[in-house]
């Protein structure tokens, strides 16, 4: 049995959540109490001894880092679709997923996510900084989005999982998306996917 390790309003969490639930596989989840610091615990550190979530298990393999979890689930747990096409085996569709997982954890993480946990969570940082930044990146994903369905590939991917979370919670990170139609687009046909399934905020 699967488990995943980790927080309900969590981006992060949710983006293994709505792929685990678009590949309909069944896993045990279990919220960490942050309050005692749970993720900083000597047994949660043997499992990311950077402190962070989520974490998954699957039999004995541990992984850490939301987009190696996607990675992980998309290639054992898709396997079985005749295009996998949420990270699929093509050299130049895998390359250009992979570009969007590195801009869900650096431009994504490091700015929207920011905004928000600093104004939800009361986290430090410069929340004005935060927020530039992040619409510096919404803008050009609004411009790559504005002729094309899918971040990466013409398929749905691993990309479009990994993005979404923090983009679609800019309401709580302070910054309005009406304006982002390209962006709201894809919302859209993301929330249309079968198995789709929602987070706190979103
Ligand atoms: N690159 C990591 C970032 C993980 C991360 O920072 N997770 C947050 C929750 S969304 C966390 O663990 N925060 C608590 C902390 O850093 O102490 C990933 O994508 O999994």
């Given amino acids: 049995m699967i488990k995943l ?23 045990q989840f279990i919220a960490l109490d942050i309050s005692n610091k749970q993720h900083k615990s000597d047994s949660f550190l043997q499992l990311n001894p950077r402190g962070e979530f989520p974490v998954l298990i699957d039999d004995a393999f541990v992984i850490w880092d939301s987009q190696a979890i996607l990675i992980y689930i998309a290639r054992k747990y898709g396997a079985q679709l005749k295009d996998n ?26 700015t929207l996510a920011r905004a928000r946990s600093i104004i939800k969570f009361g ?16 803008k050009w994903v609004e411009q790559h989005l504005s002729n094309k369905q899918w ?18 919670l800019c309401e709580e990170a302070g910054i309005p998306l009406k304006h982002y139609d390209a962006i ?7 929330q249309q996917l079968k198995g789709y399934t929602s987070m706190p905020g979103i």
């Fill in 5 to 27: 390790y980790g927080l309900d309003i969590s981006g992060n969490t949710y983006k293994i959540k709505l792929l685990m639930s678009l590949l309909d596989v069944n896993y």
């Fill in 85 to 110: 096409h949420w990270y699929p085996d093509d050299i130049e569709k895998m390359t250009l997923i992979t570009q969007w997982l590195t801009v869900a954890n650096d431009e994504i993480f490091h």
């Fill in 123 to 138: 986290h430090p940082g410069n929340l004005d900084l935060a927020q530039e930044q992040g619409k510096a990146t919404l």
């Fill in 151 to 168: 971040l990466a590939t013409d398929k749905p991917s691993i990309a479009d999982i990994a993005c979404y979370p923090y983009i679609a």
């Fill in 184 to 190: 709201q687009n894809w919302f859209k046909r993301l």
